[in-house]
């Protein structure tokens, strides 16, 4: 089952607000509301933000009534400026903006935006289950794989990056069991890498974030797998608390790899132009609609941190895995 899709003039998807306690589909029917729900994490994971934009740029070519090929230019550029700030740091947003608007642009045909975007849909699952096939030889039979935050189905169009190189380990007949932090504020793992692992019948354990140096010095982790935001020359910007892992792992002398498409690679810039997003208060004085922290009390909520290249093992991408040093070689 993909968690987008487009279906007669709209695009489909699972309100991940609301899993795991509600399976609810919403229709997007334009642009702006791809950019709320992109927003308001509707939909998120790097390349599922990616793939939706593509979609939303794809709405506004489908139902333009332009007539003239500058005018549904304007359109496209105006959509695409919106979608461009919803939000900052996973650069597949503007890897999709950017690849569509440029088919856009050579062809200035409705159909060609949309069949760019259904080929981009494609090209995820596809990317990911190679992905998947190359992780999968890090990975042997018993091992306790960690993650954080949902890097799976539910974060792409279909199969997963990190929670992808656990189903390849699985379908390769490998035993292979997972831990799950729950990825506070937005509780990404236990709402989302919880509910698509259980659904799939894959084990899988939950554990707070603050646990993660227990089990790693109870011996109860073997490897950690997470996704990616942006890799830049240096480091890797994923979800806040990907870095306290990478540096426990090191600490335990546990391989820390990192699994991110090509379109996740951002050779362009280096940690210290990382945009971090800074996101609502709100997420980190509340758990659901429950207050826990007192009324006006300051607060920092940075969405991604930056885990140096140092700390990762290697880096698994559909064209095979690379070593950090091959990225780092590039930063020169
Ligand atoms: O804020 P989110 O939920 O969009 O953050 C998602 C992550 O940090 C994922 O680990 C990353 O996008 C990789 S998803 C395949």
């Not at 709320?36 to 139902?63: D, N």
């Not at 279909?158 to 490998?174: N, P, S």
């Amino acid at each position: 089952m993909r968690t987008i899709e487009w279906k007669d003039g709209v695009v489909v998807i699972v309100d991940q607000t609301k899993l795991p306690n509600e399976v609810v589909w919403v229709e997007m029917k334009n642009s702006d509301d791809v950019a709320s729900a992109i927003k308001e994490m509707k939909l998120r994971g790097a390349p599922l933000i990616g793939v939706a934009a593509a979609y939303g740029l794809a709405l506004t070519a489908f139902h333009s009534k332009a007539e003239k090929r500058e005018d549904l230019m304007k359109e496209l550029k105006m959509s695409a400026e919106v979608l461009r700030k919803t939000r900052p740091t996973a650069v597949n947003l503007f890897w999709a903006i950017d690849r569509v608007m440029k088919r856009a642009q050579e062809t200035l045909g409705t159909k060609e935006a949309l069949a760019e975007a259904q080929r981009m849909a494609d090209e995820d699952v596809e990317v990911n289950r190679k992905m998947g096939k190359h992780g999968a030889e890090l990975i042997e039979d018993g091992d306790v794989v960690l993650t954080h935050c949902n890097a799976g189905s539910l974060a792409t169009v279909d199969y997963g990056t990190a929670l992808g190189v656990v189903r390849a380990a699985i379908e390769e007949g490998k035993n292979v069991k997972v831990i799950a932090c729950e990825t506070r504020p937005r509780l990404q793992g236990a709402r989302l890498t919880c509910f698509e692992l259980m659904r799939d019948g894959i084990p899988v354990t939950l554990i707070s974030d603050t646990m993660v140096g227990y089990v790693m010095s109870k011996g109860l982790v073997d490897k950690v797998v997470v996704g990616a935001d942006r890799i830049v020359r240096d480091a890797v910007l994923n979800k806040i608390g990907t870095y306290n892992v990478a540096v426990l792992a090191s600490e335990h002398g546990i391989p820390f790899y990192v699994a991110a498409p090509m379109s996740t690679m951002d050779q362009s810039s280096t940690s210290e132009d990382a945009i971090i997003e800074e996101r609502s208060p709100h997420e980190v004085t509340n758990i659901g609609s429950e207050r826990i922290a007192p009324e006006g009390v300051k607060v920092l909520n940075p969405a991604f941190d930056i885990t140096p290249l140092e700390y990762v093992d290697a880096v698994i991408t559909e064209e095979g895995i690379l070593t950090p040093e091959v990225i780092l070689k590039q930063k020169k």
